[in-house]
């Protein structure tokens, strides 16, 4: 993932403008870490902070049309910009970059070509002929965006929030799937698929249909000229992206620069569920695997950093980055820049454990929807700027926007959690890939509960942090808060600590006004209490706090072909705990 810093229409064009816009380019190089550009059209300033997957030799921005009046600045990876420039054979381009394509279309359709780009992206668009500019965001927010505006007028448009909240009267979060034009003033929304407008779909679970989605999706995010690798924690979603990769690397482009054994990562407290499944799912897979381990002292001690670079005080968030801040610097530290990841999965099939308490399709289908709508804010945000932090880029295929479509067109009856028929959370995407003739994985992973990432690297990950925030939050200060924090008042003294420290960071009101607030319990909305009030009295973002379905109290048939494992438990009651399936001592993971 790249950086991008775009300050427009300011009202000065002076030496010292330039080197103010690129004192907070800087603040985003630990994004693009490979080159720095920065161009100048009067009181208008594109800067660009590159990491280097595409042509790293020559792929560099800010980007440009034939006659250089067309310029662009963009983070981000065009999957299908080799059929988009088959598209446009009247245009030559400088360089093999992805992003090239991005000026050319502009130059062939105008401000409607946004919707034509498959691929995660956040760019500005400056067209020196008129001086009007265009600045866009992918359809998810897999990217992260933010835009400002100045009190002479000007807009500023950045990456991370770090770069404009300093010069910036107002600023806010860029939304999703939404175009910003200069020439109209304002947003609108290039990103209308039919799940949108929340209205129940009603076309019938294919496996087969959903699968081939999944597989193309993936496929897709082979495309690197860098060396890559998946992250794996061993549970469903990771555990997927992992198995598909394997099965079609051999052929593309990566594998003849890279070779074919593909490597996995993983994070976790020394003897945590993630280790030990991931370690499973890399053995029966055939990954080179890395572990990395971490303690909770190491933990506490990067929270401040992840903060910084997060740019929220969700708890959620904050505890479920900061593992993944710690791996990605290792990660890094190998050699690879790029991961896939398997983020958005739970969104999309009411992966969470509070989806159990669903009490129509109708509803079921209404949250999901509410979810992916605000994955920016918390999943794709997290996924995206621990990895920016160190240099390395995730790529998410879940949420790809073919795949997002066949998905959500699945008649959500289908994916209604109903024990009676031992359909566990996510069962239409167990079962897409539940091949017999040539299995993606084993059964008893397949088939493997729901584990959130803060939960599953080490349970004590949570209660450390519990505890360390209770030394530096006294009841005093508790008792207090909502005079401190009258907007988004923290409940608890881990969220208070977080809070101390984002100000600190960033102090500005529009600022805080940037990270969303509310209940939640097993990263719910306020739906799940909605759904099954008990759950009021425990509002907490783990896993564990989904009384009555995590593993422990949680009981559901399971296909009776599952084959036990060496040490497993063996399957003689269809009717087994979820916990019976795993070998002892393993626990189960996302």
Same mark, same amino acid.
């Given at each position: 993932?790249?950086?991008?810093?775009?300050?427009?229409?300011?009202?000065?064009?002076?030496?010292?403008?330039?080197?103010?816009?690129?004192?907070?380019?800087?603040?985003?190089?630990?994004?693009?870490?490979?080159?720095?550009?920065?161009?100048?059209?009067?009181?208008?300033?594109?800067?660009?902070?590159?990491?280097?997957?595409?042509?790293?030799?020559?792929?560099?921005?800010?980007?440009?049309?034939?006659?250089?009046?067309?310029?662009?600045?963009?983070?981000?990876?065009?999957?299908?910009?080799?059929?988009?420039?088959?598209?446009?054979?009247?245009?030559?381009?400088?360089?093999?970059?992805?992003?090239?394509?991005?000026?050319?279309?502009?130059?062939?359709?105008?401000?409607?070509? $946004?919707?034509?780009?498959?691929?995660?992206?956040?760019?500005?668009?400056?067209?020196?002929?008129?001086?009007?500019?265009?600045?866009?965001?992918?359809?998810?927010?897999?990217?992260?965006?933010?835009?400002?505006?100045?009190?002479?007028?000007?807009?500023?448009?950045?990456?991370?929030?770090?770069?404009?909240?300093?010069?910036?009267?107002?600023?806010?979060?860029?939304?999703?799937?939404?175009?910003?034009?200069?020439?109209?003033?304002?947003?609108?929304?290039?990103?209308?698929?039919?799940?949108?407008?929340?209205?129940?779909?009603?076309?019938?679970?294919?496996?087969?249909?959903?699968?081939?989605?999944?597989? !193309?999706?993936?496929?897709?995010?082979?495309?690197?000229?860098?060396?890559?690798?998946?992250?794996?924690?061993?549970?469903?979603?990771?555990?997927?992206?992992?198995?598909?990769?394997?099965?079609?690397?051999?052929?593309?482009?990566?594998?003849?620069?890279?070779?074919?054994?593909?490597?996995?990562?993983?994070?976790?407290?020394?003897?945590?569920?993630?280790?030990?499944?991931?370690?499973?799912?890399?053995?029966?897979?055939?990954?080179?695997?890395?572990?990395?381990?971490?303690?909770?002292?190491?933990?506490?001690?990067?929270?401040?950093?992840?903060?910084?670079?997060?740019?929220?005080?969700?708890?959620?968030?904050?505890?479920?980055?900061?593992?993944?801040?710690?791996?990605?610097?290792?990660?890094?530290?190998?050699? $690879?820049?790029?991961?896939?990841?398997?983020?958005?999965?739970?969104?999309?099939?009411?992966?969470?454990?509070?989806?159990?308490?669903?009490?129509?399709?109708?509803?079921?289908?209404?949250?999901?929807?509410?979810?992916?709508?605000?994955?920016?804010?918390?999943?794709?945000?997290?996924?995206?700027?621990?990895?920016?932090?160190?240099?390395?880029?995730?790529?998410?295929?879940?949420?790809? !926007?073919?795949?997002?479509?066949?998905?959500?067109?699945?008649?959500?009856?289908? !994916?209604?959690?109903?024990?009676?028929?031992?359909?566990?959370?996510?069962?239409?995407?167990?079962?897409?890939?539940?091949?017999?003739?040539?299995?993606?994985?084993?059964?008893?992973?397949?088939?493997?509960?729901?584990?959130?990432?803060?939960?599953?690297?080490?349970?004590?990950?949570?209660?450390?942090?519990?505890?360390?925030?209770?030394?530096?939050?006294?009841?005093?200060?508790?008792?207090?808060?909502?005079?401190?924090?009258?907007?988004?008042?923290?409940?608890?003294?881990?969220?208070?600590?977080?809070?101390?420290?984002?100000?600190?960071?960033?102090?500005?009101?529009?600022?805080?006004?940037?990270?969303?607030?509310?209940?939640?319990?097993?990263?719910?909305?306020?739906?799940? $209490?909605?759904?099954?009030?008990?759950?009021?009295?425990?509002?907490?973002?783990?896993?564990?706090?989904?009384?009555?379905?995590?593993?422990?109290?949680?009981?559901?048939?399971?296909?009776?072909?599952?084959?036990?494992?060496?040490?497993?438990?063996?399957?003689?009651?269809?009717?087994?705990?979820?916990?019976?399936?795993?070998?002892?001592?393993?626990?189960?993971?996302?």
């Amino acid at each position: 993932m790249c950086g991008i810093l775009a300050l427009l229409d300011c009202s000065s064009d002076s030496q010292a403008k330039r080197v103010r816009v690129l004192e907070l380019s800087r603040r985003l190089k630990h994004r693009g870490p490979d080159w720095s550009g920065l161009y100048q059209h009067g009181n208008c300033f594109l800067a660009h902070q590159r990491l280097a997957i595409i042509d790293p030799a020559s792929g560099d921005q800010p980007l440009y049309n034939e006659d250089k009046s067309i310029v662009v600045t963009v983070n981000g990876e065009i999957y299908n910009h080799e059929e988009l420039r088959k598209g446009l054979p009247t245009h030559s381009f400088r360089t093999g970059s992805d992003c090239d394509v991005i000026a050319h279309l502009y130059e062939e359709h105008g401000e409607n070509f $946004v919707d034509m780009l498959d691929g995660i992206f956040s760019f500005v668009l400056l067209d020196t002929k008129d001086n009007n500019f265009i600045a866009a965001r992918d359809a998810i927010g897999v990217t992260p965006l933010y835009i400002g505006w100045g009190l002479d007028g000007s807009v500023w448009i950045s990456s991370e929030m770090k770069g404009l909240n300093d010069e910036c009267e107002h600023f806010e979060v860029f939304p999703p799937g939404h175009l910003y034009s200069s020439k109209e003033g304002g947003f609108k929304r290039w990103y209308n698929p039919p799940w949108y407008s929340e209205s129940i779909p009603s076309v019938p679970f294919d496996p087969i249909v959903l699968r081939k989605a999944f597989e !193309k999706a993936v496929i897709k995010r082979l495309m690197t000229d860098v060396p890559f690798g998946v992250l794996l924690s061993g549970g469903l979603d990771s555990s997927l992206v992992a198995a598909v990769t394997m099965r079609h690397l051999a052929g593309t482009k990566a594998a003849k620069q890279w070779g074919t054994q593909l490597h996995s990562f993983c994070v976790g407290l020394e003897g945590s569920p993630d280790l030990k499944a991931g370690k499973e799912v890399a053995n029966h897979l055939g990954t080179v695997h890395h572990e990395f381990h971490f303690t909770v002292q190491d933990g506490i001690d990067a929270i401040e950093d992840v903060i910084y670079h997060i740019e929220t005080y969700d708890v959620t968030t904050i505890r479920a980055s900061t593992p993944m801040f710690l791996m990605s610097r290792k990660i890094k530290s190998l050699g $690879v820049k790029m991961v896939i990841s398997g983020e958005g999965s739970d969104e999309i099939f009411g992966g969470y454990l509070y989806f159990h308490k669903a009490p129509n399709k109708e509803e079921f289908h209404h949250e999901t929807c509410h979810k992916i709508k605000a994955l920016h804010q918390y999943d794709c945000l997290r996924a995206n700027k621990a990895t920016s932090a160190w240099g390395l880029e995730a790529r998410v295929p879940f949420l790809d !926007k073919e795949f997002i479509n066949v998905a959500m067109s699945i008649d959500p009856e289908s !994916k209604m959690i109903k024990p009676d028929l031992g359909h566990i959370e996510k069962w239409v995407l167990r079962k897409a890939f539940d091949d017999e003739e040539n299995p993606y994985l084993p059964k008893h992973i397949l088939y493997r509960q729901k584990e959130q990432f803060s939960d599953g690297v080490g349970y004590s990950w949570i209660d450390g942090l519990k505890a360390h925030a209770a030394k530096h939050v006294t009841d005093k200060m508790m008792q207090n808060a909502a005079c401190i924090y009258p907007h988004n008042t923290p409940t608890t003294k881990e969220a208070y600590y977080y809070r101390m420290i984002f100000e600190r960071f960033f102090p500005e009101n529009s600022a805080r006004l940037t990270v969303p607030g509310g209940p939640s319990v097993a990263c719910s909305t306020a739906k799940a $209490v909605e759904w099954d009030a008990q759950w009021s009295n425990n509002l907490d973002p783990s896993g564990r706090a989904a009384l009555g379905v995590h593993v422990s109290a949680y009981e559901t048939p399971v296909p009776t072909n599952i084959t036990a494992g060496q040490g497993s438990a063996n399957i003689t009651n269809k009717k087994a705990r979820i916990v019976d399936v795993v070998a002892p001592g393993l626990s189960i993971s996302t």
